[in-house]
């Protein structure tokens, strides 16, 4: 029996949230959960002393059930011959590497079973929108404790490995298109008149309420839409006119560019030529 459910390889700000989720939800007891760090030891030290897990040299992760890569993806080539070894046969590597595809990981890290996973920044605030999609000969039992550290904090849905790169661009980089829009929502209320931070504050209010409005029920964005929006009204004339202006299609542009970027970066992080 391998002394640790969970390693997490990296200590920085997504392991941070994975693991206030599993230990807030108390999914994996702490002693139960190892970090390693072969280039900043002391810092992986550090880590465990703050939320009372165990850490340890690479040679540890053989003693780990599951793996949780959580370093930056630009790293991946020279960290896989550090930790890969190490990992025993058949168990599970979880890699939420950015751009780093299932195939590259078989290559690096033969002979484990592997998961990519796809989260977003909502994981820090137990609002997380994660996508995963298991590898070849991932069992039932590993993929539903993947499956599991995701939603401890927020949701967590399988897609194929292609429907990954359409998460990354939706729910990965989604909460920035939210501050965009409120960016633009509250430069507007001020070319209006109003003073700034009043319409950050109802800006900030309005976005809170509006996911409030929609978590509360199951029902597509357009009803909800539809509620606020009598024809011929006010908001019907806004929406109108950002439909006129392009906002559709410019989402739709920025979601297509957020995906091809990604194909490049992989290409950029792991050397490769196609
Ligand atoms: N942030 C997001 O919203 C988001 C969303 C989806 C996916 N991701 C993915 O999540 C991963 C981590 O992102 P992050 O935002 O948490 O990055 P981060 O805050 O920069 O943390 C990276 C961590 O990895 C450690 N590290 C670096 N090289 C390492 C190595 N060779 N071995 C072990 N540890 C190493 C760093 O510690 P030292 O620097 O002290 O070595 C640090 O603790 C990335 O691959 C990213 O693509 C992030």
Known sequence: MPSYT???????????????????????PPEKILVVN?????????????????????????????????????????????YGPHIGAGRLVISILAGVEL????????GVHLLRAMP????????????YTPGPGVTPEQEALAESVF?????????????????????????AYFFYLAEAMIDAAVAAGMDRASA??????????????????EVPPETLRARVTSKKGTTDAAIRAMEAGGLPAAVASGMRACMARGKEMRKEFLGIEE
């Open 6 to 28: 969970l390693a997490f390889v990296g200590h920085g700000f997504m392991a941070t949230a994975i693991l206030k989720g599993i230990l807030d939800n108390e999914l994996i």
């Open 38 to 82: 072969a280039h900043n030891p002391a810092g992986a030290e550090a880590f465990a002393r703050e939320w009372g897990i165990a850490a340890g040299p690479p040679e540890a992760l053989g003693e780990a059930e599951t793996v949780l890569l959580a370093f930056k993806p630009q790293g991946f080539t020279a960290a896989a011959p550090v």
């Open 103 to 110: 195939r590259d990981l078989a290559a690096a890290l033969p």
């Open 120 to 131: 977003n920044l909502g994981l820090s605030v137990g609002l997380g929108a994660t996508g």
């Open 151 to 175: 939603s401890a904090a927020g949701v967590a849905k399988k897609v194929t490995e292609e429907g990954l790169s359409a998460v990354m661009a939706l729910s990965g980089s989604g909460p």
């Open 200 to 217: 950050e504050a109802l800006c900030k209010q309005t976005m809170r309420g509006a996911a409030a409005l929609w978590g509360a029920e």
